[in-house]
């Protein structure tokens, strides 16, 4: 008798408002991606709502409560107003009606919002985000959500923590509720893969002043420390988003360490170049007086043979011959 009244359109009544109460909310964070800001949430929303067109008297079908299949009644439409992409099922093909005409009802929403964290002080960063929970209501006429408490499940999700979740039904409407999600990054594992190895790499390179200039082992050494440190840099700009209100300053971090490696790395090459040539301009227009006067001394000393001849006399004759007519001494 109930499924042949097919009440599928929302309760009417004298003043056009119907309320759906939502006892208690479980909520639960699935993931947040920090790079696109936004955040994949799950809700368990169980629904109660009065139809009277689907109450009986209980003198004639002795049953206080029945169960009818949820595509033969109607059910309200949840809506996330704030949400990039949202899917709703029910948590069971049958719902549960009173003689009454109370209905009771669950549904289960995965929605992904977007949220504009602040996320200056990462990885130390936390805020607000709201998820917009609404149903169909214009000019004072349609439905309104009466809200009871809110839980949580499964806090922990990667490096953020759920700590929090608010309800206000009002949210400065009436036809308007938040829940507000209190998000906080867990600082350890980006702390310890982005922050210190950065501060090690700087290290490394104030340590690498200890090397000899003359071996040519610390400039290849602080080059490669650069090459790491924009290896560290890349990974940073795949986590964080390009723009937003507040740029993390951790980006301004790595960017000063790095200007600071390039500027060790090429005080470095010019000590080397001072240590080995004395001069920075290159080393072929740059030979001093001495040097080149002992190239000339090298260069006479080519020219010329000498021959030292002895004989029982005791007198010793000393020629000086052009190397190119040298076939034997003269005597």
């Known amino acids: 008798m109930l499924i042949a009244k097919e009440a599928r359109s929302p309760p009417q009544s004298p003043r056009c408002i119907s309320i759906i109460s939502v006892p208690s909310i479980v909520y639960e964070t699935l993931s947040v991606d920090t790079k696109n800001l936004r955040f994949e949430s799950r809700l368990e929303v169980p629904l109660s709502w009065e139809d009277p067109d689907l109450s009986w008297n209980t003198s004639v079908y002795h049953h206080d409560m029945v169960v ?18 949202t899917t709703i099922k029910h948590s069971n093909k049958d719902l549960l009606v009173h003689s009454n005409g109370t209905i009771e009802h669950m549904v289960i929403m995965n929605t992904v919002v977007g949220c504009e964290v602040n996320l200056y002080n990462y990885p130390f960063a936390s805020d607000f985000c709201a998820i917009a929970l609404n149903v169909w209501a214009i000019s004072g006429c349609g439905m309104f959500l009466d809200f009871g408490n809110v839980s949580t499940t499964s806090a922990n999700r990667g490096d953020w923590l759920t700590e929090e979740v608010e309800l206000n039904a009002k949210g400065g409407r009436d036809d308007r509720n938040y829940l507000w999600v209190l998000l906080k990054m867990r600082s350890e594992n980006p702390f310890l893969s982005l922050v210190l190895p950065s501060i090690l790499i700087i290290l490394a390179d104030v340590g690498s002043f ?36 507040c740029s993390p300053i951790i980006r301004k971090h790595f960017c000063f360490c790095l200007v600071i490696l390039v500027l060790s790395t090429l005080q470095s090459m010019v000590l080397t170049r001072l240590a080995k040539c004395g001069t920075l301009w290159p080393c072929s227009l740059s030979k001093s007086k001495d040097s080149l006067l002992k190239d000339t001394d090298n260069e006479e000393g080519k020219l010329f043979h000498y021959s030292v001849i002895s004989y029982p006399q005791s007198k010793i004759y000393i020629f000086l011959v052009a190397k190119e007519d040298v076939t034997k001494p003269p005597y």
Do not use: Y
């Open 68 to 85: 009818l299949p949820v595509s033969k009644i109607w059910t309200p439409e949840l809506h996330v107003t704030n949400g990039v992409q």
């Open 210 to 245: 200890a090397l000899p200039l003359g071996e040519s082992k610390r400039i290849p050494f602080k080059v490669k420390l650069v090459l790491s440190f924009i290896m560290f840099l890349n990974i940073l700009k795949d986590l964080l988003p390009g723009g937003g209100q």
